[in-house]
């Protein structure tokens, strides 16, 4: 396995990190994670812009774009798979014990791993813990996901793949590491980026192109939601089959079925869509 780690690729085995970086005492870092399909990166322009965001929301440098393209090149060629997990991960790099960052600069790693597609259908929980929508990291992508680690293992251990969060009103928010749709009286609707979730770059796509209207919805309309999706860059549309213990009745029902034939025509027919 080869990794970019620090401008060039190296073998795994070599490709160190130190044991001062910030991403790693402090979660000091923002990440990036794309779906990758026979050499070729799905939607590379948003993702990168969204790295730009969450690096700024930070306070860490703009990364070198042009850089960060080079490096997903590099590890695409050196592992020539039909599908896998691109992940960009950047950090405040070597820094001091503590939350001051260091002036050695940032840490950018770019790592590849295969995949396999996703099930068309789902089941998810919702959990007690909330997302708070006023913090200072809210829409940032960064990589202190430590409340995600421990709400996706209660999902598991319910026999689900995602847990679903409300936000610390009450609001419907999102997943772990997933947008959440809704089909309400026959309407498709997915929370705004005010609620606090993460404005990901599938939601975007499949608001714009099966017409979701972004509404701030109480928590509890999942349970009178006749359809119910996730979107995410590995996910891209599934449906879900059970929330908690309520089955959905077939699924993908008509409006999710729908937004999947959408998105599969659409993102085949641009790979790196700007609108």
Known sequence: MRIWLDGELRD???AKVSVFDHGLTVGDGVFETLKAEHGKTFALTRHLERLTRSARGLGLPD??????????????EA????????RVTYTGGVSPLGSDRGEAGPTLIVALAETTRRPDTTAVVTVPWVRNERSAVAGLKTTSYAENVVALAAAHRAGASEALFANTVGRLCEGTGSNVFVVLDGQLHTPPVASGCLGG?????VAEWAGAKESDLPFEALERAEEVFLTSSLRDVQAVVRIDGRELGTAPGPVTAEAMRIFDARSAEDGDPRS
Do not use: N, Q
Request: a negative charge; aromatic letters at 0%; hydrophobic letters at 45%.
């Open 63 to 76: 990364p070198d774009l042009d850089e960060v393209r080079r490096a997903c090149a590099a590890v695409l």
């Open 201 to 205: 770059i599938t939601r975007a796509l």
């Open 79 to 86: 592992h020539p798979i039909p599908l896998g997990r691109l």
């Open 12 to 14: 795994a085995d070599d």
